[in-house]
């Protein structure tokens, strides 16, 4: 048997098993659509996760709990409108074909540059064909990722279509900027003023790792998981010389802080 038929019938399997539990399980029975992003996004994660620290196992058991999601919004899609499972697979693969003119018609792409080129300009195609007043418009791009992703995406577009930082050292001075405008505001007592400037901060770095080809979200998940590592060494250097952390002032914290830092340097962490 093909690894093609293997795959096909797996996955009408797990579809006629999502379609079972529609019908039948009392939890599922009561889900709407609008019930369906949460448990989406969060799956999403869950392999985001599994992948980032390395797990393969994880990464595929994930995996199949993503697809599982994208089956069980399918079935109450159908419920709801005319798309059907079989309509949202078909048009996910004609679309690809479409975005695709370099594997399935003949345009030329060599680099994976022009591949993005070419899907870029064939999106924008789409969207015209679709709204001829947004495809100038940036408003449509990443509306529902989280905002980290969304400001990385965004710069990405606007790369494309022209306007960007030159290098990774505009892009940090262009935060030097920000931050003296929020210490600005902060000296006016203006916290409106101040939030706003955070924000163009925050848009400005979320953009700096794509400068060295790194990407947003892994490099603040990495970010997280080293702070996580670091405070539970500061909690443990803080029990074991029963300090309570909550008594103790940010002097004495941050000297136990770089202490953590310094024994745990040499294990690369």
């Known amino acids: 048997m093909s690894d093609d038929t293997n795959a096909a019938q797996a996955f009408a399997k797990l579809f006629a098993v999502v379609t079972e539990l529609r019908e039948r399980c009392p939890w599922d029975r009561e889900q709407k659509l609008a019930d369906t992003p949460r448990h989406l996004i969060e799956e999403a994660y869950e392999v985001a996760d599994a992948i980032a620290h390395g797990s393969l196992s994880h990464a595929a058991e994930e995996l199949g709990d993503v697809i599982a999601q994208c089956m069980f919004a399918g079935v109450i899609l159908a ?8 309509t949202v697979v078909q048009n996910a693969a004609e679309k690809l074909i479409r975005r695709h003119p370099h594997i399935y018609g003949d345009t030329r792409a060599e680099t994976v540059e022009r591949v993005l080129e070419n899907w870029e300009k064939i999106k924008q195609q789409e969207r015209e064909s679709k709204n001829a007043d947004g495809a100038k418009s ?5 509306r529902g990722l989280p905002s980290m992703m969304r400001a990385e995406k965004l710069g990405e577009k606007a790369r494309r279509a022209g306007m960007d930082w030159a290098n990774i050292r505009e892009v940090l001075a262009k935060a030097r900027e920000e931050i003296d405008e929020v210490e600005q505001a902060l000296d006016r007592n203006d ?8 924000g163009d901060l925050m848009l400005a770095i979320a953009n700096a790792p794509r400068f060295i080809n790194k990407d947003a979200e892994t490099t603040l998940r990495a970010a997280c998981d ?18 309570d952390l909550k008594a103790m002032t940010p002097a004495e ?6 202490e953590a830092k310094a024994a745990m340097r ?3 962490r």
Request: hydrophobic residues 40%; glycine residues 10%.
């Open 79 to 86: 419920e709801d409108s005319e798309f059907d499972i079989a």
């Open 253 to 258: 914290i941050d000297a136990i802080w770089n």
């Open 266 to 268: 040499g294990t690369g």
């Open 191 to 198: 916290t409106n003023h101040a939030a706003e400037e955070l």
């Open 226 to 243: 080293k702070f996580v590592t670091r405070f539970d060494e500061v909690a443990r250097i803080a029990t074991s010389r029963g300090l």
């Open 138 to 142: 940036l408003g449509h791009v990443g």
